[in-house]
């Protein structure tokens, strides 16, 4: 049974860090290309980050750019997203998303909320 758990959510204040890690089970996670998407109130799902199999090539949304890293650790099972200088428009649900290289098999988290806040 696949299973994505995110974790590390919680409120910061902006220009804070957080970090958010993704523990995978359930199938073989070194072979599937991994994203994190974020939904905010009222809004549409929006793709933050992809990570491939390999962990060689990261693609990351404009808007996060520059401050969000994201990098996986196949020994473990887990990817991460490192999140530095947060703003307030960067509060959203996060998910984790696994799915394989041809785009089957596709998978989600039950979220982790991040809330930037003053």
């Known amino acids: 049974q696949v299973q994505l758990v995110e974790s590390g959510g919680g409120l910061v204040q902006p220009g804070g860090s957080l970090r958010l890690s993704c523990a995978a089970s359930g199938f073989p996670f070194s072979v599937y290309h991994m994203r994190w998407y974020r939904q905010a109130p009222g809004k549409e799902r929006e793709l933050v980050a992809i990570i491939p199999s390999a962990g060689d090539i990261t693609n990351y949304a404009d808007s996060v750019k520059g401050r969000f890293t994201i990098f996986r650790d196949n020994s473990k099972n887990t990817v991460y997203l490192q999140m530095n200088s947060l703003k307030p428009e960067d509060t959203a649900v996060y998910y984790c998303?696994?799915?394989?290289?041809?785009?089957?098999?596709?998978?989600w988290g039950q979220g982790t909320q991040v809330t930037v806040s003053s």
């Open positions: 998303n696994a799915r394989r290289p041809d785009g089957s098999n596709n998978n």
